[in-house]
């Protein structure tokens, strides 16, 4: 990287003499290595190419120049990484740009047009009120990571779920079209109040919204109320569809995974069917709910059921339900998974 690339150089007098003073920012993502060697006026070298610098206590820049040293500088870069990953995550649930550097900002503008679909494909009452958002993205852009819209078409066939007599995600042969960017579709199920759509991207990027199927009249369950089984079985289908979506797009990458669910305030855990009786009225207080996750693909791959269980868990906690047993939510994924749900 160019080290005098948004740099502010002054020129000071201090004594009678003549000092350059070179203020270097604080790098945005990565470190920021030397570009090239510099020796002073006798020969003596003051800057040596490739190396990383650091500031010291004592107010000096020096080599990194132990195991520690180059530990803690990683640490930092990878947390600001992840940090403007959840920001730019954000941007597409609330709707509102987010600053970032330049390879962020290429998801960032991708994302906004996930929004303008959205907006145009699903009525106002969706995006108003009750629906869930899940979006997944490798940890870096490349805009044809996926190297033709061909791939990303076979990868969704083959990576739909079908465990419940409804496919997700759902493709509407009537609506699911190319576009510049990559494939998507939309679903308009008016008499049951349903609707759903998603975008997939060559970069990589994948995003999907629908409308609760809580409330929708085929199960004519109460008001504002969620099946905890439903919830159940809807995050591991997620989690099942991204491990093998990914596997075949990105197989490699890293990915972090968002999931929100809005307009949740109020709304109750019920029983629905053989789920037997809660012991107690759990009740969201919060008006979203919003979980993100980091995993690499081969996780995904290892046992996506295991992930989409720590997901479960923390949305129940939101509902006050704290402590759920574990082997509780297995055994519904795997009445999911034995195509008994």
């Not at 009120?129 to 979006?135: K, N, P, V």
């Not at 199927?213 to 591991?236: L, N, Y």
């Not at 759920?324 to 994924?333: A, E, G, N, P, T």
Request: proline share 4%; hydrophobic share 40%; charged share 25%.
């Amino acid at each position: 990287t160019d080290p005098l690339a948004s740099c502010q150089i002054q020129k000071l007098a201090v004594d009678g003499k003549a000092f350059i003073v070179i203020d270097v920012p604080e790098f945005k993502d990565a470190p920021i290595i030397c570009k090239a060697d510099a020796s002073s006026a006798v020969n003596k070298p003051i800057l040596k190419r490739g190396g990383l610098y650091v500031r010291t206590e004592k107010a000096s820049s020096e080599l990194v120049s132990s195991v520690e040293e180059m530990r803690e500088l990683l640490g930092r870069a990878l947390l600001k990484r992840g940090d403007q990953l959840l920001r730019t995550i954000q941007g597409l649930i609330s709707g509102q740009p987010t600053a970032s550097n330049e390879e962020l900002a290429l998801y960032e503008r991708e994302l906004e047009t996930a929004e303008q679909f959205f907006a145009e494909v699903l009525p106002t009452t969706v995006q108003t009120g009750g629906h869930w958002t899940l979006a997944a993205m490798p940890d870096s852009y490349a805009k044809e990571r996926v190297p033709d819209i061909a791939l990303i078409v076979q990868a969704l066939a083959a990576s739909a779920v079908t465990l419940r007599g409804w496919t997700f995600p759902h493709n509407d042969d009537r609506t699911a079209r190319n576009f510049l960017q990559g494939r998507q579709s939309s679903t308009a199920w008016e008499e049951n109040n349903y609707y759903e759509a998603y975008r997939a991207y060559l970069s990589g990027l994948y995003t999907w919204r629908a409308s609760y199927w809580d409330d929708s009249p085929v199960f004519g369950g109460p008001a504002r109320s969620f099946s905890w089984s439903g919830i159940i079985f809807q995050i591991t289908e997620f989690f099942i569809f991204l491990s093998r979506y990914y596997s075949r797009v990105a197989a490699d990458a890293n990915l972090t995974i968002t999931i929100h669910l809005a307009d949740t305030k109020g709304r109750v855990l019920i029983s629905r069917g053989n789920d037997g009786p809660l012991m107690a009225n759990y009740i969201c207080l919060e008006p979203e709910i919003e979980v993100t996750v980091e995993y690499s693909v081969s996780q995904l791959r290892a046992s996506p059921e295991d992930v989409a269980r720590k997901v479960i868990r923390r949305i129940f906690e939101v509902f006050q339900w704290t402590g759920v047993r574990d082997d509780l939510i297995r055994d519904r994924q795997r009445q999911l998974i034995d195509r008994r749900a």
